[in-house]
């Protein structure tokens, strides 16, 4: 597509916006009502954002020029971090991490379940392809050197017996080809010696003639057949890439490749422009600000008959005095306060305590209340605002249909850096005035025999708010080394480790499409697949791929995913690391055992990971069975020390700040075996991933299938379906790649695939028993997020219990 087709798309973008943005601020406006009037207003505007992120998120993948590229950027960003206050928002309203879309909502906005679902931006990996791709050489490189090679497929060795069975056999095929094409020669020249008499007779040409009708018209109506279930969706059209989505992939690679040449040019024009303007108006300037300060520091001593008090470069420096009026507001900022102004604002402070306090009680006591509900304050909606104000200014009615090159605008740059080099020469020309008039009130303390008294200073300026909200400073414990050796040490030693690039979509999965309606009834759905996806976007993903989102959006310092064998842990942790381009840190009890031993050696473990996972953020610490440190009594046969992190987990999590880009992640087979109070002071967030239903396993075998080129109309994927429940999606491939060998997948042009063959194969594996799902299901019940939900509902219970018997005794 054009350049006119994304400015268009932007545009339109940028309407949707601003309905968002008003529909917003309405819901923030409306303070606290009750929870049943908010859910559809929060559930229409999740939808809202998720489709802006994906249209913007289509719009910076493919727009050329740099300056608008920065907007948009500004853009996606802001609605990145508005969708996950959003999300906390429902999550704090129904008691339940899982959202499920309102019909509603998606029948107002023309939205389809999967298009409600968030998309990961392109630009987290994107735009540090180089850098994600240098770490991943380097990783490989180390344990090349340590010996470690990637696996090999292993040489077929055969015994004696087993290549003179495979010689005879093509020995023996051979001679059969020879003995076949000499029938074949006797045969022809039998035909020649006999004579070619009389010619065909009309039934035999008509026998023909039937036969080939009969095979044309059924061959065209198996195409039209075909042709009209893969327009209604009924039949997926062949796993090939055409030619036409080829050609589009190069068009979008080729304005890739032009917006790094056009961001290039304007990084050149950034600083080109900017020495021109310093080498031409630089001098101007600095005359212009020294002579009106001055000419206004004279002006002032006319009237006053002393020296100013320049003001600090913390205060604001000039420009504060002249924003100021009058003679007497002319004191520093600095200057001490009189006991009246003092108690005044003694007085003001406890007011605004008592303000805040009282307000803090409404909050808890609306908070307690079951009936109601408010909204927290949004740190994003008014940068959406501000910014899509900014591209309506700028970019909206702009003209561009003369720059069909999409270059930068050097007037703009031009404005921008002369208001940087303004303030850049202020500051200088204002410690140049600071020294003169120290040395001006020097010679008039001097000439009025003041020879006692010093010169003013001027003083530093007092902070008047509360206490800076400063993290505490580690002690490093590896000052003089680089961070390359930190990283090769943590690689060799296997706590940094190389994954395999999956993406998140490929976590096959339907989400669960009545799950609103059964709220509205007072039932708990459970989650499906599809809504697991969707949840580890929203606090993995989506969180850690943005500096600016993962700083100022709630947030999500862990996560517990739990699940049976072959559900899927290993392949999200493998997901988020793809998807943000994160190093995965492995803190697993078994791959720590014998390395860094002793006290000291776990203090140095855990600031190098620490150390490290900040320095190459964004960042996973990963720790296979999680359950294992918090277990009350340890197998004898267990000799990997699990309990060794046990004090310092909880550590490690406060340790991440909102500025890092760090997330821990546990995953856990059996977490009902640990001690509960521990586990969940570890883990903010819990994922259960829960059995998958028939839904998602048809949707699997018919995505794998289609993928294989088994797909077929003999192939009943509905009995194949049902015939696969209470098996995990792990156990189902594994059981496919049991069937479809190498030579199997030859015949399948012949001989098509049958359900009753990957039956048999999954007869052979371990299906997850009653005994396993129940004993997960008593334990999702322990969960704080759970708990929380259900003495919420025993107060309500409680509430209209308490209305029943009011009515029953006022009648």
Request: positive net charge; proline residues 4%.
């Amino acid at each position: 597509m054009s350049s006119k087709t994304y400015n268009a798309l932007i545009c339109e973008t940028s309407e949707i916006i601003g309905e968002a943005t008003q529909a917003d601020e309405a819901v923030l406006e409306a303070g606290a009502a009750e929870k049943s009037s908010f859910y559809p207003l929060l559930s229409e505007l999740r939808v809202r954002y998720t489709v802006l992120i994906r249209r913007l998120d289509q719009v910076y993948d493919q727009i050329v020029q740099p300056q608008k590229r920065l907007i948009v950027k500004r853009l996606l960003e802001a609605c990145l971090g508005r969708l996950l206050e959003v999300k906390h928002d429902l999550v704090e309203l129904n008691l339940s991490d899982y959202t499920y879309d309102d019909d509603e909502a998606l029948k107002r906005l023309a939205v389809t379940p999967m298009e409600a679902e968030p998309c990961v931006p392109q630009y987290f990996v994107r735009e540090r392809e180089e850098e994600v791709l240098e770490r991943r050489q380097f990783v490989t490189d180390v344990l090349r050197k340590l010996g470690h090679e990637p696996v090999k497929p292993q040489p077929l060795v055969l015994t004696e017996q087993q290549a003179v069975v495979i010689i005879q056999s093509h020995e023996r095929a051979r001679q059969g080809r020879l003995r076949g094409q000499f029938m074949k020669e006797i045969r022809l020249l039998k035909e020649k010696g006999r004579d070619q008499k009389g010619e065909m007779s009309a039934s035999a040409a008509t026998a023909i003639q039937r036969v080939w009708r009969g095979f044309i018209a059924r061959r065209t109506t198996k195409k039209r057949k075909q042709q009209e279930q893969l327009l209604i969706g009924m039949e997926m059209p062949p796993y090939i890439e055409s030619k036409e989505i080829q050609r589009a992939e190069e068009v979008k690679q080729s304005r890739r490749q032009l917006q790094k040449e056009r961001e290039n040019q304007y990084q050149e024009a950034l600083v080109k422009i900017e020495d021109q303007l310093r080498a031409k108006y630089g001098s101007k300037i600095n005359e212009r600000i020294g002579d009106e300060l001055r000419r206004w520091i004279s002006e002032y001593y006319e009237r006053t008959g002393r020296l100013p008090d320049f003001p600090s470069e913390d205060a604001g420096g000039s420009r504060t005095m002249f924003s100021r009026q009058g003679v007497d507001s002319q004191l520093s900022k600095s200057s001490p306060i009189s006991s009246k102004d003092s108690k005044r604002s003694k007085d003001s402070k406890e007011k605004k305590s008592n303000k805040s306090e009282e307000n803090k009680n409404k909050d808890k006591e609306d908070a307690e209340d079951p009936y109601t509900f408010k909204c927290t304050t949004s740190v994003f909606l008014k940068e959406i605002i501000n910014t899509n104000e900014e591209y309506e200014d700028i970019w909206k009615y702009r003209d561009d249909e003369d720059d069909h090159h999409e270059n930068h605008d050097s007037e703009m740059i031009e404005r921008e850096k002369i208001a940087k080099i303004e303030l850049e020469i202020r500051n200088s020309v204002d410690e140049m005035m600071r020294a003169e008039l120290e040395l001006l009130q020097a010679a008039f303390d001097k000439d009025r025999a003041h020879k006692g008294k010093k010169s003013k200073k001027p003083q530093k300026k007092v902070r008047r708010g509360g206490k800076k909200n400063k993290k505490k400073k580690e002690k490093d414990l590896t000052p003089d080394r680089t961070t390359e050796s930190l990283f090769e040490e943590l690689v060799s030693n296997g706590i940094i480790r190389p994954y395999p690039i999956v993406s998140i979509d490929d976590f096959i999965g339907e989400k669960n499409f009545v799950g609103c309606e059964w709220r509205k009834e007072g039932r708990e759905p459970s989650p499906s697949l599809g809504d697991i996806r969707q949840l580890v976007k929203e606090y993995c993903i989506l969180p850690l791929g943005s500096e600016y989102v993962r700083t100022n959006a709630p947030v999500v310092r862990s996560v517990l995913i739990t699940g049976p064998p072959g559900s899927g842990k290993r392949m999200l942790i493998n997901a988020i690391c793809s998807e943000t381009g994160a190093m995965l840190f492995d803190l697993t009890p078994a791959n720590i055992v014998g390395k860094y031993p002793g006290k000291t050696g776990l203090i140095m473990l855990i600031h190098l990971v620490m150390k490290v996972s900040r320095l190459l953020q964004p960042a996973v610490i990963w720790m296979d069975d999680a359950e294992k440190p918090f277990v009350k009594k340890i197998p004898k046969t267990d000799k990997t020390d699990p309990k060794r992190l046990k004090k310092d987990l909880v550590k490690i999590i406060k340790g991440i700040y909102p500025e890092d880009r760090v997330l821990f992640v546990g995953t856990s087979r059996t977490p009902w075996d640990a001690e509960q109070k521990l586990l969940f002071q570890c883990y903010s967030k819990v994922v259960q991933i829960p059995r998958a239903d028939y839904g998602s396993i048809a949707l699997m075998w018919r995505s794998i299938l289609h993928r294989a080129g088994a797909l077929s109309q003999r192939l009943d994927v509905s009995c194949l379906a049902r015939v696969s429940d209470s098996y995990t999606i792990g156990t189902l491939l594994a059981a496919l790649d049991g069937v479809l060998t190498t030579k199997r997948r030859l015949q399948l042009r012949i001989r098509a695939l049958t359900a009753q063959e990957v039956a048999v194969q999954l007869s052979t594996k371990e299906p997850v028993y009653a005994e396993t799902e129940s004993a997960a299901e008593a334990w999702w019940l322990k969960t704080p997020m759970e708990r929380r939900r259900l003495k919420m509902l025993q107060k309500l219970q409680e509430l209209e219990q308490e209305n029943e018997e009011k009515a029953a005794a006022m009648k």
